[in-house]
């Protein structure tokens, strides 16, 4: 066995392109397709503009009841038909929401991604939607967040939201709902947005996978033709934050040997101009293991396994948070800690071998995040749901390797805001509050935890 005396080098990043894939319509709706040779898996997905975004107000997490109920059973077969057809073909059923989509679909054999078409439309279709099903649905989603909630990550999350956030913002409550605004969907409301939302105006048809042989507007005539459109367009939501400068919300858990902490303020939407830089910056503060956050809090103070830091940008706004969990008694050393970077990195910017660190690493990461068939289906659906150019990806890491320290250092300056810091701490009040009054962060309100 040889020993290498001297560490490797990087080298310079290689070549690399998104998928060429192509649009086209069916049957009047939008179908995308990507062509990836030797693929033996394939994706059949519908993209809706269908998230948490667009949900009545006092409704929010209906979105995700829809989903889920999609799979459930539909007008020609039960939630067990439904899973058997679907086994049949080797396929695996996936549904999921988020802020800005809904995402439905199956990643099956290529061989059977004409049949599992044809399922995807039956659920997007003709779903059921029973009484009894729905009410099921909501139930477990009920207990589900009241099982998430006990958890100090989840409970601080719903606590910096609430309060980043104005009381009637969308972005007050998370984007899966809470139990008062689940407890007040009724079956009828979970069946009049999928009717409003889930419609071909609102959605496009994406299948990823090697399609030499399958004919492409077969699938979207699947899909799309004679599916009857009811979309109504939903009013942009508010996003309105609070404001009012530095503040500071205890969660009390008595007897708690940790604190969760979470610091941060509302941020910019997803087509921010400076998104490039402002996200490489991001990687440097706390979206990196060699990042400043990481560095500080782990690896030279051992307050924490872990400290992170970016931005959630959505299409509509977003969040800038940093967040670690410590032990109790470094409760106060680590959040000054967190907050000190922020400051540094605001009011000084990235040192050049910072950005060279982050810039390697992200240009790096591009290749293996669209390995595969699944990865590409959600970056065309990212490209739908944000109207993105076709070639997007490819500008997108073009741009992360010629981006400059100054654009990182403007945007940190920019994107950044110190002032306005919300600090969330889930923990044993009595380790610490009484010193929090000093510490910098504004004004302190201590509520109980209701988990």
Known sequence: MSLVSDRPVVGEPRPWHFPSFQRQTVAGGRVLTAHLPGRPLAVTALVADAGASAEPIGREGIAELVARALSEGTTSRDAHGFAVAGERLGATWRASTDWDSLRCGFE???????AATELLAEAVRSAAFADATLARVRDERIDEVGIDRSQPATRAAEAFAAEVFADLSRYHRSDGGDVASLSAIT???????????????????????????VDVEALGRTVFDGWADNAAEPAAPDVQPRGGGRRTVVVDRPGSVQSMLMVGHDGPP?????????STMALVLGGMFSSRLNLKIREEKGYAYGAFGGF?????????????????????????????????????GVERD??????????GV?????????????????????DFPDDHFDQLRQRVLDVRKDELDSSAATHLRPEDLVTVVV?????????LESAGLGPVSIVPDES
């Not at 947005?193 to 299948?207: G, I």
């Not at 997803?270 to 402002?278: G, I, L, S, T």
């Not at 910072?354 to 240009?363: D, F, G, N, V």
């Not at 591009?366 to 944000?386: E, K, N, Q, R, Y």
């Open 427 to 435: 923990g044993d009040a009595s380790g610490f509050a009484k010193d």
């Open 187 to 213: 079956n009828d409301d979970v069946r009049d947005y999928r009717s409003a939302r889930l419609t071909p105006s609102a959605s496009t048809l994406v299948v990823v996978g090697d399609l030499d042989t």
């Open 270 to 278: 997803r087509k921010v101009e400076d998104y490039v830089a402002m």
């Open 366 to 386: 591009f290749p293996i995040s669209f390995a595969g068939v699944m990865a590409v289906a959600s970056g065309l659906g990212d490209l739908v749901i944000h």
């Open 108 to 114: 099956v054999p290529v061989g059977e991604l004409g």
């Open 312 to 348: 959630d940008t959505r299409k509509h706004g977003g969040v800038f948070v940093a967040r670690a969990a410590v032990q109790s008694e470094v409760t106060l050393p680590a959040l000054a800690d967190l907050v000190a970077e922020i400051e540094r990195m605001q009011d000084g």
């Open 354 to 363: 910072e950005l060279e660190q982050a810039r390697a690493y992200r240009a």
